[in-house]
DNA sequence: ATATACTTTTCGATGATAGTAAACGACCGT
DNA sequence: ACGGTCGTTTACTATCATCGAAAAGTATAT
């Protein structure tokens, strides 16, 4: 479907660069030559061809990400519903909470965060901007798949498995069947420390026309949500917030 | 220096088809093919590189930008000092005067949006995030100009010359040289109605170590900004962020 | 100063490959 | 069934991305 359709080599290479980049910040030709495993003279050309197309900056010898890449992510999350509809909501939510909101969807199978309130009493983020990861593995991607169609989800866990992270991830197709039921009659997930030890997340989905859009979330230490009231205290803000931004679909 | 050395096609070419979907949004492999003046088996190979490497998502036969390059974007933000720095002040500024603020950096020799407030109040924003403009043209520009070293000035003219945009635009070497003592003397800059009329801009550099990393500024309509007491108001309150931000980065 | 050891950059020959036209199949609405 | 889209595939060829080698630049030490 997609592994050797006919692509482009040099374009591969520049978008390897470029995460190169991304992932060890600013950086020269013999460096980039390196990593990459490729001659300095066509990593040269290629650094030359994105710094001259406004993607790259050269600075001290030094490449570097342009803030292209800014308008760029601006366009996209601008461009997604949820985030459009959502952000305010979550803001708010977050705030009331105190705890760190997400808001995320579905792309190419795994679940992708489009928006992250960075709580004040901000513990660190497990899932940042753009960040992601498998569905199978968190409260909002469970909380998606319980809503979409058999064959997607089929398809989805054809496509990345069911790899275990910690002891508590759900690795058996029966196991996340009967979970993704659960879900459904609920209205909420809940992720104990499935993705990342010692990190806790319950999430809801946003649904409009019977569709999934996404889901929003609320993560944390673990210590705060095992006490149930607390943890009661938090679904309820979440559903609260849920229906706040599918009533807004509703009337747009 | 940059305009015809070594670069390769077909990377421009996946560029520019990712400029058009992202002028355009979702679109299908007829239209860009229309749009770029090239055949369709070639754009299609394009599309298809790109969505392989993820950087493009197809959706019911037309092509729309991942969440890949929200991450990207996410990358550079925070790869920005004065970003980082400068986020949490303007964004109590922006509560506190009410008002549209943005943090900009020179970039290429133009000013660019890296951060703005939506203030509550919105009017329409007139610079979106990743957003190059001019600098001779807008407060924020010549606060950085302002502090520029001679030759990196007469470097940035020389590339991007003094377009007029409306009346108010300086065009003229010296124009700009007095503009830019006067600037210095103050340590504040204005913008009336110089980029788009009607609308009115008040910034001050970020200045560490005598080097200008960018400038934060307040935006409106003219109406509210020609007030003689609130734009004392807005200047000091731009003073005192600029400030605090300088200080933040001395003691860090 | 001179040398050394690294960079980045230029250049030209070569062969892989990106571009292309033309044909195909799928999908509309009429 | 028909013309009109659309996306996709194919096969050929001339282009052009690649790469080694060598030049030019930069910094450090001797």
Redesign the interface.
């Given at each position: 479907m997609?592994?050797d359709?006919?692509?482009?080599g040099?374009?591969?290479r520049?978008?390897d660069i470029?995460e190169v980049i991304?992932r060890r910040?600013p950086i020269g030709v013999s460096e980039v030559a390196d990593v990459v495993s490729l001659p300095k003279s066509t990593v040269y050309?290629?650094l030359?061809?994105?710094?001259?197309?406004?993607?790259l900056?050269k600075e001290d010898g030094l490449y570097?990400?342009?803030?292209?890449?800014?308008?760029?992510?601006?366009?996209?999350?601008h461009?997604i519903d949820l985030y459009r509809q959502g952000k305010e909501e979550v803001d708010e939510l977050a705030a009331e909470v105190e705890e760190r909101t997400n808001l995320v969807?579905e792309?190419?199978g795994l679940g992708?965060c489009?928006y992250a309130t960075n709580s004040s009493n901000s513990t660190q983020a497990y899932m940042?901007?753009?960040?992601?990861r498998p569905m199978h593995a968190t409260a909002t991607g469970k909380a998606i798949l319980a809503h979409l169609p058999v064959d997607r989800v089929d398809d989805i866990i054809e496509r990345h498995g069911l790899e275990g992270f910690t002891e508590q991830t759900i690795t058996s197709r029966d196991g996340l069947e009967e979970e993704l039921a659960e879900i459904r009659d609920a209205g909420i997930s809940f992720d104990n420390e499935e993705s990342v030890d010692g990190l806790c997340c319950i999430a809801t989905p946003v649904i409009v026309d019977d569709h999934p859009l996404g889901s929003i979330s609320v993560s944390g230490p673990c210590s705060q949500f095992k006490r149930p009231d607390r943890r009661d205290e938090l679904c309820e803000a979440l559903r609260n917030a849920a229906n706040v931004i599918q009533l807004d679909f509703m009337l747009t």
């Open positions: 997609d592994t359709s006919k692509t482009i040099a374009v591969e520049s978008f470029v991304q910040g050309t290629h030359n061809t994105l710094s001259s197309a406004g993607y900056i570097r990400l342009s803030c292209q890449y800014l308008q760029l992510g601006a366009t996209v999350q461009s969807i792309e190419n992708t489009v940042n901007l753009g960040e992601q």
